[in-house]
């Protein structure tokens, strides 16, 4: 059968589209949230983050949307750039654990020119 | 700022031996690193956390014996991959969280090691 682990969700977007990536998160306790873009072959690179007393977080192209009734995050980045190709990947994290991250599945970004 | 430096990015040794993998934070000190491990395609898996001057702390399923992690100074931690076998290959990445700042729950990321193991 398919293993499932081998195909991460994918969005493709032409050039200078806006794109939503969304993430659905596990614990009700988590109280911070990021999203980092990850490149192949390199590290995690941060790009925003947000905090469970906020909905709304804008940064330069990126904004993060945090809906806690239904335990989902998005990140919309606008005017999508072929250099915003990438996995994305949200993780949360609660003061109980330390702010250790726990992160979600992944989704692969494809900007077409 | 918030620069962190892994060595090496890509290592191949033979079965049985041992390789360390550093972190280091360059332009700030960390309390807190992390190590996570990456197969293809997949998610970062937390594997430990590394507090300076204590032991690390194992997730779940991680051998401490295997992956040993030190962490002597607010800058530098490494983890040492002993006797390590093929199914040790993997992308290795570390992280590092600022100390003393409001953004302290921020974790910066190194490059990765990729780690392939004949």
Same mark, same amino acid.
């Given at each position: 059968?398919?293993?499932?682990?081998?195909?991460?969700?994918?969005?493709?977007?032409?050039?200078?589209?806006?794109?939503?990536?969304?993430?659905?998160?596990?614990?009700?306790?988590?109280?911070?949230?990021?999203?980092?873009?990850?490149?192949?072959?390199? =590290?995690?690179?941060?790009?925003?983050?947000?905090?469970?007393?906020?909905?709304?977080?804008? =940064?330069?192209?990126?904004?993060?949307?945090?809906?806690?009734?239904?335990?989902?995050?998005?990140?919309?980045?606008?005017?999508?750039?072929?250099?915003?190709?990438?996995?994305?990947?949200?993780?949360?994290?609660?003061?109980?654990?330390?702010?250790?991250?726990?992160?979600?599945?992944?989704?692969?970004?494809?900007?077409?020119? | 700022?918030?620069?962190?430096?892994?060595?090496?990015?890509?290592?191949?040794?033979?079965?049985?031996?041992?390789?360390?993998?550093?972190?280091?934070?360059?332009?700030?000190?960390?309390?807190?690193?992390?190590?996570?491990?990456?197969?293809?395609?997949?998610?970062?898996?937390?594997?430990?956390?590394?507090?300076?001057?204590?032991?690390?702390?194992?997730?779940?399923?991680?051998?401490?014996?295997?992956?040993?992690?030190?962490?002597?100074?607010?800058?530098?931690?490494?983890?040492?991959?002993?006797?390590?076998?093929?199914?040790?290959?993997?992308?290795?990445?570390?992280?590092?969280?600022?100390?003393?700042?409001?953004?302290?729950?921020?974790?910066?990321?190194?490059?990765?090691?990729?780690?392939?193991?004949?």
């Amino acid at each position: 059968g398919e293993n499932v682990g081998l195909h991460l969700p994918t969005l493709s977007v032409q050039e200078g589209d806006n794109s939503i990536i969304n993430c659905a998160y596990s614990n009700s306790a988590s109280d911070y949230f990021i999203w980092y873009k990850q490149e192949s072959g390199k =590290g995690p690179q941060f790009i925003i983050d947000i905090r469970s007393n906020m909905d709304k977080r804008q =940064g330069q192209r990126v904004t993060v949307l945090l809906n806690k009734t239904v335990k989902h995050l998005s990140l919309q980045i606008a005017a999508t750039q072929p250099g915003d190709s990438a996995v994305y990947f949200c993780a949360e994290s609660f003061g109980g654990s330390n702010y250790k991250l726990t992160f979600g599945k992944g989704t692969l970004l494809t900007v077409n020119p | 700022g918030a620069v962190v430096s892994q060595h090496p990015s890509w290592v191949i040794c033979k079965s049985g031996t041992s390789v360390k993998i550093e972190c280091r934070s360059l332009d700030f000190q960390a309390t807190t690193m992390f190590w996570y491990r990456q197969f293809p395609k997949q998610s970062l898996m937390l594997m430990a956390t590394s507090n300076e001057g204590s032991k690390a702390t194992y997730e779940q399923g991680v051998e401490k014996d295997k992956f040993l992690i030190n962490h002597a100074s607010l800058t530098l931690s490494t983890l040492t991959v002993t006797s390590a076998h093929p199914e040790d290959s993997s992308f290795y990445i570390c992280s590092a969280r600022r100390a003393g700042t409001l953004a302290k729950n921020i974790q910066y990321f190194g490059a990765g090691t990729r780690l392939s193991v004949l």
